[in-house]
């Protein structure tokens, strides 16, 4: 049998065109499925590759004293209308503050920790003291410029102003117009600046690395310090906090949104407490007083010339109230009663026995001078010693002695509710007590 060549080759070529399509059609089959998982997953599984969320960080200023009420309630609203709001995603907190009211510092704190919760919350420290860091330590994230003042942790306690009990206006019990004994109020500061305290350990946490006495001696740290402390985490601008509060919150688009003005806006709040002192440089212990009838508790740092001018002041108006002054024919015996160790007394209070003895022809004499009470010492029938806010010495209580010892009557008064008269109505800040 004879076979065509031509055949052959025929078959051939039929044979590879087969092949060659088959595998065309394979390779189709291959890329339409692989086409079609990725368009599962990108529409299934990875909608995030081509969805951007867009989202709005609000931005939270707080800015000088916050000493008023309206500072308070704006500055509260704003928190809540963030934590309320979804489409905010995060917040940044901008401070800028030599804190406030110990009440109203508190709270916005405490509402910041709410806040956190919910959403991340950025600092960006412009300067922050005392209830002004007390407020930024409750954000994630603290940044600060390298010069910006953090610090100051502690309080300041205003004492009630002098009260004078008269027979016209009673009260109740020995401090129910005083409120404190003057030994307890300093206690009670005492607490507050623990609470202070605590709430910079738990938000800073292994990052603190001051010691806490140090902690409570109320300095003032630059930026860069501050860092190196554990107060702040991080030298960076207000863009640089925004965009870790973006990188927080998932958003590659965002816009940032002040809540502070509309939280102005919401509540027609206008006036705040940098209309009643334009620089809170310029507060004075009067300011504060006229706000917050003492006894009040503040967290707030004050340049030293708050002090320095009060004091000064205050002695003065002592200096002035201490008056050599007698009653009294003296025909019948002197008593004396001494003024020389910021004895809170006056002649309102001994009014009744003074008058009582003038009417017996004894003569009394207030003595402001120690050395002039120890001149006329041996020609008295009796001493009287009045809420003494000075220590005596050894050798005073030993002349006070030898007066009782040759027959010298000795009177001691003590009034709890006296312990506030004409005494310097602001204390020393609490950190000295640590």
């Not at 707030?300 to 001018?309: D, H, K, N």
């Amino acid at each position: 049998m004879a076979y065509s060549g031509d055949g052959l080759m025929g078959g051939g070529l039929g044979l590879n065109i087969k092949k060659r399509t088959i595998t065309v059609v394979l390779l189709c089959i291959i890329l339409l499925t692989a086409g079609l998982g990725y368009l599962y997953y990108v529409l299934s599984l990875g909608m995030n590759v081509l969805k951007i969320e867009r989202g709005i960080i609000g931005m939270l200023r707080v800015e000088g004293p916050v000493l008023t009420s309206q500072d308070f309630r704006q500055y509260v609203n704003a928190i809540n209308y963030a934590i309320v709001n979804d489409t905010f995603k995060s917040v940044v907190l901008v401070v800028n503050s030599p804190g406030g009211y110990a009440s109203f510092i508190e709270q916005i704190y405490l509402d910041l920790l709410e806040l956190k919760r919910k959403k991340p919350l950025i600092a960006s420290v412009i300067s922050a003291l005392s209830g002004g860091y007390y407020i930024s330590v409750a954000a994630d994230y603290i940044y600060v410029c390298s010069t910006c003042a953090v610090g100051n942790v502690g309080v300041i306690g205003v004492t009630p102003p002098t009260f004078i009990p008269s027979e016209e206006t009673l009260e109740t019990g020995v401090y129910k117009v005083t409120g404190f004994s003057k030994l307890l109020f300093p206690y009670n500061l005492r607490l507050a600046l623990e609470n202070f305290i605590s709430a910079v350990e738990r938000s800073r946490g292994e990052r603190l690395k001051l010691p806490i006495t140090q902690l409570k001696s109320g300095r003032v740290y630059v930026g860069s310090e501050a860092v190196v402390v554990g107060l702040a985490d991080e030298i960076g601008s207000l863009q640089k906090a925004i965009e870790k509060a973006a990188r927080e919150a998932g958003l590659v688009e965002y816009e940032v949104i002040d809540l502070t003005q509309v939280s102005k806006t919401l509540t027609g709040s206008v006036n705040s407490s940098n209309d009643i002192c334009d620089e809170w440089r310029n507060l004075t212990i009067e300011v504060l007083k006229s706000l917050h009838p003492p006894p009040a508790i503040y967290y707030l740092y004050l340049p030293p010339t708050a002090f320095t001018e009060y004091t000064s002041s205050t002695e003065l108006k002592v200096e002035d109230s201490v008056i050599d002054f007698s009653l009294g024919g003296g025909g019948r015996g002197l008593v004396l009663i001494d003024l020389s160790h910021g004895n809170k007394v006056s002649w309102l209070e001994l009014d009744i026995l003074i008058w009582e003895l003038v009417k017996r022809d004894v003569s009394v004499r207030f003595i402001p001078q120690w050395s002039e009470l120890e001149a006329i010492l041996s020609n008295a029938s009796a001493l009287i010693i009045a809420s003494p806010t000075k220590p005596y010495s050894l050798k005073e209580c030993e002349i006070i002695e030898a007066f009782v010892g040759r027959g010298g009557l000795l009177i001691l008064f003590f009034d709890p509710a006296m312990e506030w008269l004409e005494m310097s109505t602001l204390l020393e800040p609490i950190n000295s007590l640590h």
